[in-house]
């Protein structure tokens, strides 16, 4: 079992590699899903050895329609990913219709090879997933990562069962979306996933002193401004511990 841990900093790689996961996903802006993260942070994140490191490239939040605009901001994302060493790139792209941009895909794959290609839950935003699945097997992607088209992986469990039974090993089927201590066991023995993809969040305090408490950075739907999300290593390892084999699995 290769466990994979979405992080968006890089005392989140930090945490991920003391508590023996495998791989790290590494994203800015997780309110918004998980966007490309700074070039400053991947080179940081990659001084780190030990753990693989793969890139969300993603311009932005919202939708996976993209414009040609973003399409080379993407580009040239996945050309800084490679420069800096990263092991693999998060991509998702889907068509007006929801269906997998094959021609956008396939070029980013192109340009991103020989790394590591992941298809991210815009996955689970397409109406026909065996169709989309099938499609992404044809691109040549290494992995699709899903919740089972529902809100969380426990829910989409039914589906994920069946995309692991029919992918056949022809790519990697990792189900991720709301994986705690509490539900992996499950997820685990009926899905019988290879790899699984979880964040392993806590609330943290500022350690600011002065405090404003009335002026805020961002807009009327906002985080405490004086409280983050940090990875637990703690966590991960309560995820862990609930597959016996996963700390010496191979990466």
């Known amino acids: ?26 994203c800015a802006d997780l309110l918004e899903g998980g966007t490309t993260p700074s070039h400053g942070m991947i080179r940081e994140a990659r001084k780190i050895a030990g753990i693989g490191l793969h890139v ?30 990263a092991d693999g790139i998060v991509i998702g792209l889907l068509t007006a219709q929801g269906t997998i941009d094959v021609q956008q895909t396939r070029e980013l794959i192109a340009r991103a090879r020989p790394l590591s290609v992941t298809f991210h839950r815009a996955f689970d935003m397409t109406p026909e997933p065996f169709e989309a699945l099938e499609t992404l097997i044809g691109l040549g992607v290494d992995r699709v990562l899903t919740s089972g088209q529902e809100a969380t992986a426990l829910e989409g469990l039914p589906l994920i069962g069946a ?73 991960i390892r309560s995820v862990m511990a609930m597959n016996p084999g996963g700390k010496n699995a191979k990466k």
């Open 1 to 26: 079992m290769i466990f994979e841990i979405c992080v968006d900093s890089v005392a989140g790689v930090r945490a991920a590699r003391a508590a023996g996961s495998h791989r790290v996903e590494l």
């Open 56 to 85: 969300m490239i993603r311009p932005r939040g919202g939708d996976f329609l993209f414009d040609d605009d973003e399409l080379a901001i993407m580009e040239a994302d996945i050309d800084t990913a490679k420069a800096e060493g």
């Open 163 to 235: 995309l692991v039974s029919g992918a056949d090993k022809r790519i990697t089927v990792m189900p991720g979306g709301g994986i705690t201590a509490r539900n992996v066991d499950r997820i685990l023995a009926a899905a019988k996933p290879r790899e699984i993809h979880f964040a392993a969040l806590e609330s943290a305090a500022s350690n600011m002193q002065f405090r404003r408490s009335h002026v805020f950075m961002g807009g009327e739907l906002r985080p405490p401004e004086y409280d983050r999300l940090v990875t637990s290593a703690d966590t």
